[in-house]
């Protein structure tokens, strides 16, 4: 498996993805337009086709990581924490922090990203619709006390 830059002729291929993962997916038009906004940052998994994928939106030392996805026939292979460590690896010298939402139900990306190093440090009620659920945020510290 490697990981790539997204190119703006594979966003239909992420559109499909979202389609297999979320019971909300963004639309090729609202991918294509957060594509095109210069502070977020996407990155694909791929073997032999892209599998997998993560968007971050970067805002001076602050990242917030908008999306992950891995194909549902490739879950389970370390697709999604390559993808997470990939972001973090990248991105740790110019960050303070990493920041995400997650349902608390998707016990697989809380594993995920516990095993990351991300802490819980909210929740906001009501957040997701379809089912109706809270989210919890979760943070990475970078290079400061908090880290532990
Ligand atoms: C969350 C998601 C990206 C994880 O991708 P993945 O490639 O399956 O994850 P990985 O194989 O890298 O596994 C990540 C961790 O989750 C755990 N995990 C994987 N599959 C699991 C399962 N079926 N049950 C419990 N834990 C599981 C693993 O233990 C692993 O941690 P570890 O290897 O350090 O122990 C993927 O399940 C997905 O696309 N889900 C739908 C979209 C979504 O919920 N995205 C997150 C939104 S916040």
Redesign the pocket.
């Known amino acids: 498996m490697t990981i790539d830059k997204l190119k703006e002729s594979e966003i239909p291929q992420i559109a499909e993805l979202e389609k297999l ?2 019971s909300k997916p963004w639309s090729e038009e609202s991918i294509k337009s957060s594509f095109k906004n210069a502070s977020n940052k996407f990155f694909t998994a791929i073997e032999n086709d892209i599998i ?1 994928y993560i968007g971050v939106s970067i805002s001076a030392d602050e990242g917030y990581i908008l ?4 194909h549902p026939d ?9 993808l997470v460590n990939f972001v973090i690896e990248n991105y740790k010298e110019k960050l303070s922090f990493l920041t ?4 608390p139900s ?4 809380l ?2 990203y516990s ?1 990351l190093g991300f802490k819980k440090v909210g929740e906001r009620k009501n957040y997701y619709s379809n089912p109706l659920e809270n989210a919890l945020l979760l943070t990475k510290y970078f290079n400061s006390e908090k880290e532990n």
């Open positions: 993962c979320f997998g999306n992950v996805a891995v490739f879950r389970g292979r370390g697709a999604g924490k390559a995400l939402e997650v349902r998707n016990i697989v990306a594993k995920l095993s």
